[in-house]
């Protein structure tokens, strides 16, 4: 991979042949599909942050790798998202409370490696169903993983939300991911502290073998 045929796709999935990679974007991209790292972007809206997703999915899937899992909150978010994912030629495809008549479809393709980037909202990961029928059949096979958004303080005096979080913790933990949670808030003032913390959790992580684990965003 070159960073010209990426540039090749941004202008793509832009419709623009003189687009050019923002700064940090290349970057991004480079990390996720050369060295499966772990990234955290955090950049003002509209930046350009599904953009490194997306042709990063791209990039993996032409290597061979499994779909893309995006946790996305907002269905308003998702279907524009969807739009974006295929104007890269990406098979985008959602799963959600909304839908359910669609499930056995969608989970017929994902078998079939036929889904390039699947979307959910976060409480998915807490629906049994979900978890049971289309997320563990593939769960070794995700290419990447990706969290879209950082939810803001204002649940934190919801006991309810709160123990739907937990679960949805409990859930991916069980599942063989590290979860950390942070509030936005705090990832905003205090980038650094953040980032030192997930350096001291995959420093302790080196000392546990994974096999072909995905890249995560």
């Known amino acids: 991979m070159t960073q010209s045929q990426s540039l090749g796709l941004l202008r793509k999935a832009l419709g623009n042949p003189r687009a050019e990679f923002r700064e940090g974007q290349w970057e991004a991209i480079r990390a996720l599909v050369e060295h499966s790292g772990r990234l955290l972007v955090v950049q003002r809206t509209g930046w350009g942050k599904s953009l490194v997703y997306f042709l990063a999915t791209r990039l993996l899937r032409d290597k061979g790798y499994g779909c893309t899992l995006l946790v996305s909150p907002l269905l308003a978010l ?15 495809e959602t799963i959600n409370s909304s839908n359910t008549a669609d499930w056995p479809e969608i989970q017929e393709r994902l078998a079939g490696d036929q889904v390039d980037v699947l979307l959910i909202s976060p409480e998915m990961l807490a629906n049994d169903a979900f978890v049971n029928r289309c997320l563990l059949p593939i769960a070794n096979r995700i290419g990447l993983f990706v969290v879209d958004e950082l939810d803001g303080p204002q649940h934190l005096g919801d006991p309810a939300a709160y123990r739907r979080d937990r679960r949805k913790d409990q859930l991916l933990q069980e599942n063989g991911y590290m979860v950390l949670r942070f509030l936005a808030e705090d990832v905003a003032k205090h980038l650094d502290v953040v980032l030192d913390a997930i350096l001291r959790v995959f420093v302790n992580l080196r000392k546990v073998t994974t096999l072909n684990p995905p890249a995560m965003m």
């Open 78 to 92: 998702t279907r524009n998202q969807i739009a974006a994912a295929r104007n890269l030629g990406l098979r985008a």
